[in-house]
């Protein structure tokens, strides 16, 4: 048996691997994106999918987590990569349930596992040829055991795939004609996600700007991505086929292999789009900065010939838009436990937790919701309306949430002397200090000023920039 274990990765890894290049690419991001939709049509990944994750509402903090943990399960270091692996099997191994369909699923299911690196190797290879390269024999081999070597890197072994490339080929038309489905997850992503995403960081302040670009690149991101898809799943699922959709796709394949092929690499490197994105994720400014910037000044001109209606007032924004900005993480109308579930996974992905400190966090934020329960849940159903909400927001419990501000003030501690300095709340806030959340003119922030403004943030009272860019 041609088995690839985690051990093996030292090698694989390193200088020459065609993974780590390709994961830094910006392009990855097609691949990526086509990679998914097959992913959600098995059942136990759209369920999971559906039912515990941020992908809708947050899309672009989705985005930055999977770009970081994608560049640590393929770092050089071998603790690196075995940390993050270990840090992803305990946050999978947190999310299970039963689907609208009474099935069981569970985020660590091997079958599934296996199927995410199935499609990302497959999607890399479509990628590489709707982008007009050829991958040779040897080439193709090599690509395929980095992949099993990553899925080695979270199971312990790559069983569940195949040993060669010849066998993978009919394993992976199996699964496409006999094991996926027509499922929720793939729905909306093609159809409410691409129509209805956020405005990235950026552009947050412009929303006339993001709309009408969005009305626009929405349906033709939906449209080349359904086109790359293999014809038999679309069939499968029932997917349109788009008049012209097809010469689209390939259009923005070859348009991106010859870009990737002929620009400088830093124009072309994930981290330069990241930045161009959400200026917060890189430290310095890239090679894309200046056209940032200038889409900057041209989106606050068109603001200013065509203003917003008046916005709500941050300060006093009412419990329902805190709801739903804030604590209804999967945006499914409730607030329940993988909402909060969902926080601490953005909260232990952001600072590289290790497993204590992450069990904490955890522990904490579960004592937070059987307050809520108990105080909220008005019909016992499990989970906390608007409505519920609304009501007796002014009067929440404070016993869980204080908990969780001291673990969350701890794990953000780290040289433990009680006062998180500007580099620590860099970290944790991707942003730097705020005067206004400074006491006593100091140069740190306090374990009791850090509390209250928690506190009061996640109790819709107050509204703060640094909790903003955390949890919305």
């Known amino acids: 048996m041609n088995q690839t274990t985690a051990e093996e990765t030292v090698d694989v890894f390193g200088p020459d691997s065609m993974l780590r290049r390709l994961a830094n690419e910006a392009r990855w991001g097609l691949a990526v994106t086509r990679a998914t939709v097959l992913e959600a049509a098995h059942p136990q990944i759209g369920a999971a999918l559906i039912g515990n994750s941020t992908f809708v509402t947050h899309p672009w903090r989705r985005l930055r987590n999977t770009v970081v943990s994608t560049q640590r399960m393929l770092d050089p270091d071998r603790h690196v990569r075995s940390r993050e692996a270990a840090r992803l099997n305990r946050m999978h191994a947190r999310i299970s349930g039963t689907d609208p369909q009474g099935r069981r699923y569970d985020a660590m299911d091997a079958e599934a596992r296996a199927w995410v690196v199935a499609t990302l190797f497959e999607s890399a290879v479509a990628m590489y040829r709707l982008g007009g390269e050829s991958l040779d024999g040897p080439t193709m081999e090599q690509l395929y055991t980095e992949f099993r070597t990553l899925l080695a890197l979270l199971e312990g072994d790559s069983d569940q795939i195949p040993a060669t490339l010849q066998e993978f080929w009919p394993y992976y038309d199996d699964m496409i004609d006999h094991r996926l489905e027509s499922t929720e997850a793939v729905r909306v992503i093609l159809y409410r996600l691409f129509a209805n995403v956020p405005a990235p960081p950026l552009l947050r302040s412009h929303p006339a700007v993001w709309a009408a670009g969005r009305a626009v690149a929405g349906p033709v991101a939906a449209a080349v991505t359904i086109a790359s898809l293999p014809e038999s799943f679309c069939r499968r699922v029932a997917l349109p086929d788009l008049p012209g959709a097809r010469a689209l796709m390939h259009g923005a394949y070859l348009t991106t292999g010859f870009a990737t092929r002929l620009l400088p690499n830093s124009w072309m490197h994930i981290g330069s789009f990241m930045s161009l994105l ?90 937070w919701w059987r307050e809520l329960q108990t105080n909220l849940d008005a019909d016992g159903d499990g989970r906390v309306t608007r409505q519920e909400y609304a009501a007796s927001a002014a009067s929440l419990p404070s016993f869980g949430l204080v908990k969780v501000a001291d673990v969350l003030f701890d794990v953000t501690d780290v040289d433990e002397d009680q006062t998180i300095d500007a580099q620590e709340y860099q970290t944790l806030f991707r942003t730097a200090f705020h005067r206004d959340l400074l006491t006593g003119g100091g140069d740190g922030y306090s374990r009791s000023a850090f509390v209250r403004q928690f506190l009061s943030f996640m109790s819709g009272q107050q509204h703060s920039v640094a909790y903003n860019s955390l949890l919305t």
Do not use: C
């Open 278 to 367: 959400d200026p917060d994720h890189a430290g310095g400014p890239g090679p894309w900065e200046d056209v940032r910037r200038k889409a900057g000044q041209a989106a606050a001109m068109l603001r200013l010939l065509t203003p917003a209606p008046d916005e709500v007032n941050q300060a006093t924004r009412s419990a329902d838009r805190f709801f739903a900005e804030v604590l209804d993480q999967t945006g499914d109308g409730y607030l329940a436990w993988p909402d909060l579930a969902a926080m601490a996974r953005e909260i232990a992905t952001r600072l590289d937790l290790d497993e204590q400190a992450e069990e904490r966090l955890y522990n904490a934020y579960a004592a």
